[in-house]
């Protein structure tokens, strides 16, 4: 089982605003998680306006042996308008555009995507239950 918590955070001078989605789904070969701003695509739903989010710009999909990989799916632009990061405790690394990363089996961690313009920003926690 996978589990998915993101959280889209946004600072302003007032303080920091958030909303918080849960997704979860089996460990079985072809299982597939999305997070984007297409509804109809994607499990986990940024808002409209976050344009530095594509409609589909994260998928998480189940290998055949369980194994959990995340893609940061290239968009409609050459140049992406987000940075993308994995963190796993200590350990951090930047996901290429277009590039895919295998998650940790049994492990836990955090998707961040940043915008290069505003300070906002989606944080994607996830949990692999072995």
Do not use: K
Not at 15 to 27: I, K, L, N, R, Y
């Amino acid at each position: 089982m996978l589990e998915l918590t993101m959280a889209t955070v946004a600072a302003a001078e007032e303080g920091a605003t958030a909303g918080m989605q849960m997704a979860d789904a089996p460990s079985e070969p072809g299982a597939v998680l999305r997070v984007g701003r297409d509804r109809a695509l994607c499990r986990l739903v940024t808002p409209d306006d976050w344009l530095f989010v594509s409609r589909v710009h994260l998928e998480f999909q189940c290998g055949p042996e369980g194994t959990w990989q995340v893609t940061w799916l290239r968009g409609s632009q050459a140049d992406p308008s987000s940075e993308v990061r994995l963190v796993v405790g200590e350990y951090a690394q930047a996901l290429a555009y277009g590039g895919t990363v295998t998650l940790p089996r049994g492990g836990n961690g955090e998707i961040v995507v940043r915008d290069r313009t505003a300070p906002r920003s989606v944080n994607v926690g996830f949990y692999h239950e072995f």
